[in-house]
T-cell receptor
């Protein structure tokens, strides 16, 4: 059971380049999320989706776009990468929640460096 | 404005002893609290949680305590094992809305023999 899979695991970009991070989950979860982790900052929510075709902004959405065309996939795009976007990105998913138990299933992370 | 704070960036404990990780929060509307564990090069994994209607939840060697009046929660690991060495994040959420899960900055626990 793969769970949550992120690709690529590592990427180096030059300032201004674009790229897409792909997240795939095989647990039939309704909710999917993109977080970034930076030293001393914990995990911060970038964007999330509560179902196929829906997306919403999280805590730090600027400079990122997302799409959820299929239930199992959640894409995170950087249109014009900046050094401030150097980070480790985590995708997560969770089942539909009538109350917020908050249990998320995370991928292994994608380390992005912007030069 | 950090709503969930873990003021100790690191903790070192001898194997077999108790590890106590602390977390403070500022938002009295938080309804659910969780602890996640993260090994290097892996994603965080859910460890234990507690609802605001309880003051204690236990799961094997792990116990989470919640003190709502002090806006403080703690994770106790007894006995500590070398495999517990990891970064521990506390997180908090409101009653509804998965987007409201707020993470602390993490505490690195090292358990030495």
């Amino acid at each position: 059971n793969a769970g949550v899979t992120q690709t690529p695991k590592f990427r180096v970009l030059k300032t201004g380049q674009s790229m897409t991070l792909l997240c795939a989950q095989d647990m039939n979860h309704e909710y999917m999320y993109w977080y970034r982790q930076d030293p001393g900052m914990g995990l911060r929510l970038i964007h999330y989706s509560v179902g196929e075709g829906t997306t919403a902004k999280g805590e730090v959405p600027d400079g990122y776009n997302v799409s959820r065309l299929k239930k199992q996939n959640f894409l995170l795009g950087l249109e014009s990468a900046a050094p401030s976007q150097t980070s480790v990105y985590f995708c997560a998913s969770s089942r539909r929640q009538t109350t917020n138990t908050g249990e998320l299933f995370f991928g292994e992370g994608s380390r992005l460096t912007v030069l | 404005d950090q709503q969930v704070k873990q003021n100790s960036p690191s903790l070192s404990v001898q194997e077999g002893r108790i590890s106590i990780l602390n977390c403070d929060y500022t938002n009295s509307m938080f309804d659910y609290f969780l602890w996640y564990k993260k090994y290097p090069a892996e994603g965080p994994t859910f460890l234990i949680s507690i609802s605001s209607i309880k003051d204690k939840n236990e799961d094997g060697r792990f116990t989470v305590f919640l003190n709502k009046s002090a806006k403080h929660l703690s994770l106790h690991i007894v006995p500590s094992q070398p495999g517990d060495s990891a970064v521990y994040f506390c997180a908090a959420s409101g009653r509804y809305g998965a987007d409201k899960l707020i993470f602390g900055t993490g505490t690195r626990l090292q358990v030495f023999p």
